[in-house]
């Protein structure tokens, strides 16, 4: 009964590689982000989607790729991995935007170790 | 541009001390303010809430007041324990809600016995 889930939970792989984390939320939610967390825990988000749509996306390089193909699942692709790359990526859910009296649901992150 | 400044860590106390970390917050007009908690080895989870000025968010013995006037929403604790030690952050959301989280760096806490 995870409410946001994602896999794997460890990604170990070598620089060039292309990769790809799920997320999957059943709390019904409209909206779900991507999150990088760098090694002295910083977090900061990456792409948000609502209702399949993008609506942000960060400074991030365009070899990450989000794919939304419901409302319930927004994966992330990584192309040509980078060792900069190696963080942890939370994926995230709200019912609507995290203000007022909503929340933001997070899933237990994917440790990506580059090599 | 709206940003979140917490208190530099790691932070490490004797089990039944009292916690404070500060937040400050810059962002214009009056924006939602979350505390979050994170676990070692877990995501983050939602520790407390104040979405308008002077709100009291609490849970678990945790505690923080949304301050307008000195734009901060410092967490407190009276008496921590062992199972608080994780990592905190404070985080906003502009006001008319934003389809993002803007969070402050993260303070370390390790409680001793």
């Known amino acids: 009964d995870t409410a946001v889930s994602q896999t794997p939970k460890y990604l170990v792989t070598q620089m060039g590689n292309d990769k790809s984390i799920k997320c999957e939320q059943n709390l019904g939610h409209d909206t779900m982000y991507w999150y990088k967390q760098d090694s002295k825990k910083f977090l900061k988000i990456m792409f948000s989607?609502?209702?399949?749509?993008?609506?942000i996306n960060e400074t991030v390089p365009n070899r990450f790729s989000p794919k939304s193909p419901d409302k319930a699942h927004l994966n992330l692709h990584i192309n040509s991995l980078e060792l900069g790359d190696s963080a942890v990526y939370f994926c995230?859910?709200?019912?609507?935007?995290?203000?007022?009296?909503?929340?933001?649901?997070f899933g237990q992150g994917t440790r990506l170790t580059v090599v | 541009g709206n940003s979140v400044t917490q208190m530099e860590g790691p932070v490490t106390l004797s089990e039944e001390a009292f916690l404070t970390i500060n937040c400050t917050y810059t962002?214009?007009?009056?924006?939602?303010l979350f505390w979050y908690v994170q676990y070692p080895g877990e995501g983050l989870q939602l520790l407390l809430k104040a979405t308008k000025a002077d709100d009291k968010g609490s849970n678990k013995g945790f505690e923080a007041t949304y301050r307008k006037e000195t734009t901060s929403f410092h967490l407190e604790k009276g008496s921590v324990q062992v199972s608080d030690s994780a990592v905190y952050f404070c985080?906003?959301?502009?006001?008319?809600?934003?389809?993002?989280?803007?969070f402050g760096k993260g303070t370390k806490l390790t409680v001793n016995p």
């Open positions: 985080a906003l959301s502009p006001q008319g809600g934003s389809e993002k989280l803007v």
């Open positions: 995230a859910s709200s019912r609507g935007a995290p203000g007022m009296n909503t929340e933001a649901f």
């Open positions: 989607y609502n209702n399949k749509e993008l609506i």
């Open positions: 962002a214009t007009g009056y924006p939602s």
